[in-house]
């Protein structure tokens, strides 16, 4: 049983569009990541949630401890945002990593 | 702040050769750890760090040693280099929280390209 399930596992949208890429598990976590990869690069931390929404720039994330869901959403999506996005579980000193979105914004 | 970094960015090794990878962090992070990720897969735990003098294992820690004597460095040993350990490595860093959990954002090295023939 995967205690993490993210979705879509692929997702080609059209510029400008509103995207949404979801995280649900099962286990109870202290916080919930969500990290982009861009191909051939490196990795970076969007967001860090332990409950509620943030947001910075077009990026909002949001999480329910209850329902045990998260989401990330792109508003205005742009061909640079174009990458691979993972949801994270911080279960203790470890995480426990989604399998990844792949994310296509075509101009 | 440089925050985490990791060298070389590219290495080419022999089978059978050893090397080091080297990770440093600037901000008195107390979780380090290192990770591979093979073509177009997830990343996969090798071993990670909680603070200096303690290290555990983790998803894949076979042909891997690390130590940790400080706070700032986390470098990972390969012993006898071989070609399934050709992959990209990175290393991540980031606060232990009061109960124990990774609730505080993460920090990522570039990336160290490790082919080995």
């Known amino acids: 049983k995967n205690e993490v399930e993210q979705s879509p596992q692929n997702l080609t949208a059209q510029e400008g569009e509103f995207i949404t890429i979801n995280c649900s598990y099962s286990v109870g976590i202290s916080a919930l990541h969500w990290l982009q990869q861009h191909p051939g690069g490196g990795i970076v931390s969007l967001f860090m949630l332990s409950s509620g929404k943030k947001k910075h720039g077009r990026l909002i994330a949001t999480i329910n401890i209850q329902e045990k869901h998260s989401s990330l959403h792109i508003t205005a999506s742009h061909p640079r945002d174009s990458a691979v996005y993972i949801c994270a579980l911080a279960f203790k000193p470890q995480l426990i990593w989604g399998a990844g979105t792949k994310l296509i914004i075509k101009p | 702040n440089a925050g985490v970094t990791q060298t070389p960015k590219f290495q080419v090794l022999k089978t059978g050769q050893s090397m080091t990878l080297q990770c440093a962090q600037d901000m008195n992070h107390e979780y380090m750890s290192w990770y591979r990720q093979d073509p177009g897969m997830g990343l996969r735990l090798i071993h990670y760090?909680?603070?200096?003098?303690?290290?555990d294992q983790g998803e894949v820690p076979n042909g891997y040693n690390v130590s940790r004597s400080t706070t700032e460095d986390f470098p990972l040993r390969l012993l006898s280099a071989a070609p399934s350990q050709t992959s990209v490595y990175f290393c991540a860093s980031s606060f232990v929280g009061g109960q124990g959990g990774l609730n505080s954002p993460l920090h990522f090295g570039n990336g160290t390209r490790l082919t080995v023939t």
């Open positions: 760090s909680v603070g200096a003098g303690i290290t």
